[in-house]
């Protein structure tokens, strides 16, 4: 998938198209637009009861392959880390970590006001270290 830089941050014309016009798993999610006062989100997917019952059937196929069990893995680990964030403080770790997205955002510049408070947030979650942590604070 292609990420460009976009007025909310990392932007992905293909997830855009899936998301609103699927080829495939019809009927498994909705997409609920972003509300006038949201600069942040773009919206959500949610998924519907059929689109539940589908995850755990892959799921449980994907899991009956010894090979996916670390891509599983991985892939929860990741789930349950950004369940943890703000978008807030995902959209610091992006800029902080892909700078290239900083450039056509109109949110940047609020969040890198809030860095500080963003980041001390962030240590007190358990989500950084301390050298990361400085490496953010040191970070432009």
């Given at each position: 998938m292609n990420f460009i830089s976009h007025y909310r941050g990392p932007y992905s014309e293909e997830i855009q198209q899936v998301i609103r016009s699927p080829f495939n798993l019809i009927d498994c999610w909705t997409y609920?637009?972003?509300?006038?006062?949201?600069?942040?989100?773009?919206?959500?997917?949610?998924?519907?009861?059929?689109?539940?019952?589908?995850?755990?059937?892959?799921?449980?196929?994907?899991?009956?392959?010894?090979?996916?069990?670390?891509i599983l893995a991985a892939m929860t680990m990741v789930r349950e880390l950004y369940d943890k964030l703000s978008l807030e403080e995902l959209l610091l770790l992006i800029y902080d970590t892909y700078p290239e997205y900083q450039k056509k955002s109109d949110v940047f510049e609020s969040i890198r006001k809030s860095k500080k408070r963003l980041a001390d947030s962030l240590v007190k979650k358990g989500l950084i270290d301390k050298d990361r942590y400085e490496d953010l604070m040191a970070s432009s």
């Open positions: 609920t637009p972003p509300a006038r006062h949201d600069t942040l989100s773009g919206g959500y997917v949610e998924l519907t009861p059929h689109g539940r019952q589908e995850y755990k059937r892959l799921y449980t196929a994907s899991s009956a392959n010894f090979q996916m069990e670390p």
